[in-house]
């Protein structure tokens, strides 16, 4: 099970890097997907299915799917391969990737020498997950409840095709 | 069952996290940001999950599902305002979006 493991980390790595480096925004997202059904093999292994299951629903089904509409919708041409390709030069992503190189060291170096005792993953089961969702953690699901309304509201309200109303001292941009 | 040490699943949240980083930071389209972003929550609820394996609690699964659920509102968001952007500007390059500075 750990070889597996680890073969699953690489691919997410791997998966991942490649989404960040794409071009061609569907590209992108199919990599994507990659990278979050690895990740849910992941959570099945460190003992966790119903976050499994959910990853592959809500994340690789529902909010991928809600890009991939969206980049239909955007409907993005030859030109913007162009100049995606031209943005994606060496000198804009070299300094940003030698910083997070160097913080990627520091952590490396804080997790080996954090001396947790090693083993003993279990399976968390989805009745203690649920017991505590609905026990102690009521109001945070209460207000989770709230979020997805307001977040449903909100874009349905800024989605809303509306016809360019300029402030009146912005006429001019017209 | 499995042996995978917490170090190691610390590791590799932190290998995603930044490399979602460097794609917040050097990608201009916005919708590549979009996704950057979501890499990085991902990466954070997959932080929660190891730890919550390791010491045998709930509530490690409990915070991923908060995640997931702020994760949904906010590329719901998100895309109605890059759909909007794409109307207004006809493009998704970010650096446009500088408006309020003159």
Redesign the interface.
């Known amino acids: 099970?750990?070889v597996i493991?680890y073969i699953t980390?690489i691919i997410?790595?791997i998966a991942?890097?490649l989404?960040?480096t794409r071009t061609n925004?569907v590209h992108?997202?199919l990599y994507?997907i990659v990278?979050?059904l690895s990740?849910s093999v992941?959570?099945f292994?460190?003992?966790?299915p119903?976050?499994a299951a959910?990853?592959v629903i809500?994340?690789a089904g529902?909010?991928m799917i809600?890009?991939v509409f969206?980049?239909m919708?955007?409907n993005?041409g030859k030109e913007?391969l162009k100049?995606?390709k031209e943005?994606?030069k060496i000198k804009?992503?070299v300094g940003?990737?030698i910083l997070?190189?160097i913080?990627?060291i520091e952590?490396?170096y804080v997790?080996?020498s954090?001396d947790?005792p090693?083993?003993?993953?279990?399976?968390?089961d989805t009745h203690?997950?649920s017991?505590?969702?609905f026990g102690p953690?009521i109001l945070?699901v209460e207000m989770?409840a709230m979020?997805?309304m307001?977040?449903?509201v909100?874009?349905?309200h800024?989605?809303r095709?509306k016809k360019?109303e300029y402030h009146r001292y912005l006429k001019k941009e017209e | 069952?499995?042996?995978?040490?917490?170090?190691?699943?610390?590791?590799?949240a932190?290998?995603?996290f930044?490399?979602?980083?460097?794609?917040v930071?050097?990608?201009?389209?916005i919708?590549?940001i979009?996704?950057?972003i979501?890499?990085m929550l991902?990466a954070t609820g997959?932080a929660f999950?190891?730890a919550?394996?390791?010491w045998?609690?709930?509530?490690?699964?409990?915070m991923?599902?908060?995640i997931?659920?702020?994760?949904?509102?906010?590329?719901?968001?998100g895309?109605?305002?890059?759909?909007?952007m794409?109307?207004?500007h006809k493009t998704?390059?970010s650096n446009v979006l500088n408006l309020l500075k003159d």
């Open positions: 099970m750990n493991f980390a997410a790595i991942t890097l989404v960040v925004a992108a997202l994507l990278s979050l990740i992941i959570f292994i460190l003992g966790a119903f976050i959910l990853e809500v994340y529902a909010i809600l890009f969206v980049v919708m955007l993005q913007s100049q995606e943005w994606f804009n992503w940003p990737s997070s190189l913080l990627l952590l490396i997790f080996m954090l947790a090693a083993g003993s993953t279990g399976i968390v203690e997950v017991a505590s969702l953690y945070g989770v979020l997805l307001t977040a449903t909100g874009a349905f800024i989605g095709e360019n | 069952m499995v042996t995978v040490s917490m170090n190691t699943g610390l590791l590799l932190s290998i995603l930044l490399i979602g980083l460097v794609g930071l050097t990608r201009r389209n919708l590549f979009l996704m950057s979501e890499i991902n997959l999950i190891v919550g394996a390791h045998l609690q709930a509530d490690g699964q409990v991923f599902l908060f997931l659920a702020m994760a949904a509102a906010e590329v719901a968001l895309l109605a305002l890059i759909l909007q794409h109307r207004q998704l390059d």
